[in-house]
């Protein structure tokens, strides 16, 4: 691949980037322990994967981090899957992630939001009181280091309060949004059998409010293991019989007590659901995520004390985790709770005006769904506190890029990232320091060693490749759950190259050092030997009006053939006529390539995502290989089951 883009779309000032902490950070490691002083990000981020241990002590020290015993050395074992991370060292998350309290105490730690709009504040103060009186009653429950604690909870002031306090006393949280269905939720919290259920009553989206009582009934009577089960009023119902009072335990004005725990404790269970069998339950620990947030969000997205950090998220979803870590750089956190499009589509922009973000992130789909919606977020809203818009979940196209600066500002820092709930961080992504390109990630982060490699496990430069990362992170998996001989883990990343993650992305990796990514790489299309990234694809289609959305399959035929289908659903009022299928192959032969074009476009009822709104790819690739409904999906795993019976008939008649 040619290097298309090589006038930046954006480069910071020389003022903002000697002010940047990743900046102070290279001039302070310089001193202590090496580092380069001169050659900016690009040498510092050769330094970190060169010498990996130093680097990490450099940011342990750098941000403070309060180990109550000390550890032997950063690392006892860097072999992966199973590196071993400051062994002998104890310390608790819950303990730094309160920390602002004490220097802070009457600013606000939280800022609730729901679809009115109107910021609440929780203080640092009020948020410390209220997890030590938790932290207490969990302890009066009997809950123990390494009990399992659950929520199912929306993204509120309540589920950070449960999550903290868990932590404190040593527990592992873990939690699923209220729109998840009791299926789904079973098929999470059985695998792990928490002994504590944090609940709502319900929750409000869209207008509406949506009652989840019956849902927590089949949750209590389906986890034999609770021993408690605590319940929130969000809609103001009574407390089920034999539930306790959120109000009652955390009315206490107790002093928190931290468990220190060894580095590799757990600290939460995130789910990544596999296309067969149940979602796996991927346990991280308390000092693996304390470190790795502190660098991504402290060093890469430039966080501090002065910020306020928004990202549109759900409790079911990493990026929560990753938001509430957003208190260990001293930030407020925003909190919103309803539809992203409430009452209208530009209604992220306007919590982002009204809570004064400094850090906005949202997802690519948001940000495009804004551009066809004819929103115009700097003249309607004032954004003049956002200096940074961060993107996930899917690749950001071109036109996102361009949007972002035309319609929010022009000295805009755009930070397109992509990372996994498998590390709960980013691979690459944001760097204050860096020019920001279109359609490009602005580097791989720091103490990341990420390579674009070929089947035969060699590094390529501006080729596609395998996304790899050849040396351990800190917040990799410790294990997964209820896997004793760690074959799912193994299975997961390191079969393909052993003893080097493989993500299961197609990337790039540039000659100056950027990233693009193309999709995932088991879905990836393959014609005539060329490989291409799905991605691309949906940004050219769904510039056309008439196209709400897409979903591209490559199917290896048993003939050695490739049926390449593109599957759109229209928006209301289009049809698929001769005209608009002749557009649709015109725009993408003229964008992409001939060999993009596809053997057919067909019309679809839907597009099937998972429940964290990822289209489904390989489940949809299997079902037209012939595989069965519930072989080629975890059913609990997907928004809309009904739609893939679309898929299944096809298959059927093709075959």
């Given at each position: 691949m040619s290097i298309v883009n090589p006038q930046p779309l954006w480069q910071p000032d020389p003022e903002r980037s000697a002010q940047a902490q990743v900046t102070r950070f290279q001039a302070w490691a310089a001193e202590r322990h090496g580092a380069p002083a001169e050659g900016g990000y690009p040498a510092l981020h050769r330094w970190s994967m060169d010498k990996l241990d130093t680097f990490w002590k450099a940011v342990t020290e750098w941000f403070d981090v309060r180990f109550s015993t000390p550890y032997a050395r950063v690392l006892g074992d860097r072999s992966m899957p199973g590196a071993e991370w400051f062994p002998g060292a104890t310390l608790n998350y819950a303990e730094h992630a309160l920390r602002a309290a004490a220097t802070r105490p009457d600013e606000p730690a939280l800022l609730h939001v729901d679809e009115t709009h109107d910021p609440r504040p929780v203080t640092w103060t009020e948020l410390r009181r209220q997890v030590g009186s938790l932290a207490a009653e969990l302890r009066a429950l009997g809950v123990r280091p390494g009990d399992r604690v659950s929520g199912y909870l929306p993204n509120i002031p309540q589920a950070v309060v449960a999550l903290l306090a868990t932590a404190a006393v040593g527990g592992v949280w873990t939690s699923c949004a209220p729109d998840f269905g009791a299926r789904s939720v079973l098929d999470r919290f059985q695998q792990v059998e928490p002994v504590v259920l944090f609940t709502v009553d319900g929750y409000r989206y869209g207008g509406k409010e949506h009652d989840r009582r019956e849902t927590v009934a089949e949750l209590r009577r389906e986890l034999p293991t609770l021993r408690a089960v605590v319940h929130i009023p969000l809609l103001g119902t009574e407390a089920p019989e034999g539930a306790l009072e959120w109000s009652a335990l955390t009315a206490a004005d107790v002093e928190p007590v931290f468990e220190q725990v060894p580095f590799e404790h757990p600290l939460w269970v995130l789910y990544s659901s596999g296309t067969t069998g149940l979602p796996k339950a991927i346990v991280?620990?308390?000092?693996?995520?304390?470190?790795?947030?502190?660098?991504?969000?402290?060093?890469?997205?430039?966080?501090?004390?002065?910020?306020?950090?928004?990202?549109?998220?759900?409790?079911?979803?990493?990026?929560?985790?990753?938001?509430?870590?957003?208190?260990?750089?001293?930030?407020?956190?925003?909190?919103?709770?309803?539809?992203?499009?409430?009452?209208?589509?530009?209604?992220?922009?306007?919590?982002?005006?009204?809570?004064?973000?400094?850090?906005?992130?949202?997802?690519?789909?948001?940000?495009?769904?804004c551009r066809k919606a004819g929103v115009h977020p700097s003249r309607d809203f004032d954004l003049s506190r956002v200096r940074c818009v961060a993107t996930t979940g899917s690749p950001l196209p071109p036109d996102g890029f361009r949007w972002l600066h035309d319609e929010v500002g022009d000295d805009l820092w755009i930070a397109s990232v992509s990372g996994g709930t498998d590390v709960c961080s980013c691979f690459a992504g944001a760097v204050p320091t860096l020019p920001v390109h279109i359609g490009e990630l602005q580097a791989p982060g720091l103490g990341t060693d990420l390579q674009s490699w070929d089947p035969d496990g060699r590094p390529v430069v501006d080729e596609v490749g395998e996304l790899v990362v050849t040396n351990p992170m800190p917040s990799m998996p410790v294990r997964f759950w209820n896997d004793p001989d760690g074959s799912r883990y193994h299975d997961s990343y390191f079969d393909t190259y052993p003893g080097v993650w493989r993500h299961g992305d197609w990337i790039t990796v540039t000659s100056r050092g950027s990233v693009v990514i193309h999709g995932r790489s088991d879905s990836t299309l393959n014609r005539q030997g060329v490989r291409m990234g799905s991605a691309d694809i949906y940004e050219a289609v769904e510039r056309l009006p008439e196209i709400k959305e897409s979903l591209v399959i490559g199917v290896e035929q048993p003939d050695g053939g490739y049926w390449m289908p593109l599957f759109v659903h229209l928006a209301p009022g289009a049809v698929l006529d001769d005209a608009l299928l002749d557009r649709i192959k015109r725009t993408i032969r003229e964008q992409l390539s001939p060999r993009h074009v596809p053997d057919e476009v067909i019309e679809v009822p839907g597009i099937p995502h998972t429940l964290t709104g990822k289209r489904i790819e390989v489940p949809v690739k299997r079902?037209?290989?012939?595989?069965?409904?519930?072989?080629?999906?975890?059913?609990?795993?997907?928004?809309?089951?009904e739609l893939l019976h679309f898929y299944e008939d096809l298959a059927r008649k093709r075959a």
């Open positions: 991280q620990s308390q000092g693996g995520i304390l470190v790795e947030h502190l660098k991504q969000l402290g060093l890469h997205c430039d966080l501090g004390p002065e910020d306020r950090f928004f990202w549109y998220t759900s409790t079911g979803w990493m990026m929560w985790n990753f938001l509430v870590s957003g208190l260990l750089t001293g930030t407020t956190v925003v909190l919103y709770d309803g539809s992203p499009g409430y009452p209208d589509t530009g209604a992220q922009w306007r919590v982002a005006e009204r809570t004064g973000a400094t850090l906005y992130g949202t997802s690519a789909a948001y940000v495009m769904a079902l037209l290989q012939g595989t069965a409904l519930e072989k080629a999906v975890n059913p609990g795993s997907i928004d809309n089951l």
